[in-house]
């Protein structure tokens, strides 16, 4: 099946550890982002990737680090984990600028205790 | 900073009846997107609207464009119970890759 996959679905850790989100698309395309969706379903975008090279980088706490080996994988790690980084993170994709739509990915839940 | 305003933020409606959700925003975009997300799913692409006064028709949903691409609106006539989710506009500036989304609207259809 073409998509965006991440993994994994649900990630429960505590304070202070460190974790990653894998995410891969085999849609073709070039451009892949990280979303962040508070409890609210507020989304709001974190990084974006294109082409291997970093174009987006928001406001995020530099415990915040994406990694995109090829264009088809964005990883994201975080370090030092704090309670207020529960949410659910979306991994996407898109032709270019994504003018004309994204694919998402189902989500990872984290929850941090 | 929101610039994507979505009204109403939640509607609760029965089967058979009509709904309309509203995108607006005092910016230009590129293009509006608008998505609908299931629980514990990511958001699905529904349409792309991307010339002033656009009218998109898919099935029972269709999508308007404002003429200053600067709102847009979703109308479900006869909605039914495989409608409920929540639904999201995204509007595309012209700067690279940065899809900005409204709020959402859930909505809830029932039987």
């Known amino acids: 099946d073409t998509a965006v996959s991440q993994t994994p679905k649900y990630l429960v850790t505590q304070m202070g550890n460190d974790k990653s989100i894998k995410c891969e698309q085999n849609?073709?395309?070039?451009?892949m982002y990280w979303y962040k969706q508070d409890s609210k379903k507020f989304l709001k975008i974190m990084f974006s990737?294109?082409?291997?090279?970093?174009?987006i980088n928001e406001t995020v706490p530099n415990r915040f680090s994406p990694k995109s080996p090829d264009k088809a994988h964005l990883n994201l790690h975080i370090n030092s984990l704090e309670l207020g980084d529960s949410a659910v993170y979306f991994c996407?994709?898109?032709?270019?600028?994504?003018?004309?739509?994204?694919?998402f990915g189902s989500g990872t839940r984290l929850t941090v205790v | 900073t929101q610039l994507l305003e979505q009204s109403p933020q939640f509607l609760s409606i029965q089967e058979g009846e009509n709904l309309t959700v509203y995108c607006n925003s005092s910016?230009?975009?590129?293009?509006l997107q608008w998505y609908r997300q299931e629980p514990g799913e990511g958001p699905v692409l529904l349409v792309t609207?991307?010339?002033?006064?656009e009218v998109k028709k898919l099935k029972r949903l269709t999508f308007q464009f404002g003429d200053a691409r600067k709102d847009s609106s979703l109308h479900i006539t006869a909605a039914q119970p495989g409608d409920t989710g929540l639904y999201l506009c995204?509007?595309?500036?012209?700067?690279?890759?940065?899809?900005?989304f409204g709020a959402g609207t859930q909505v809830v259809v029932t039987p």
């Open positions: 996407a994709s898109s032709h270019k600028r994504g003018t004309l739509g994204y694919t």
């Open positions: 849609l073709g395309h070039d451009t």
């Open positions: 990737y294109n082409n291997k090279e970093l174009i």
């Open positions: 910016s230009v975009f590129s293009s």
């Open positions: 609207v991307v010339t002033g006064g």
């Open positions: 995204a509007g595309a500036p012209d700067s690279w890759g940065k899809l900005q």
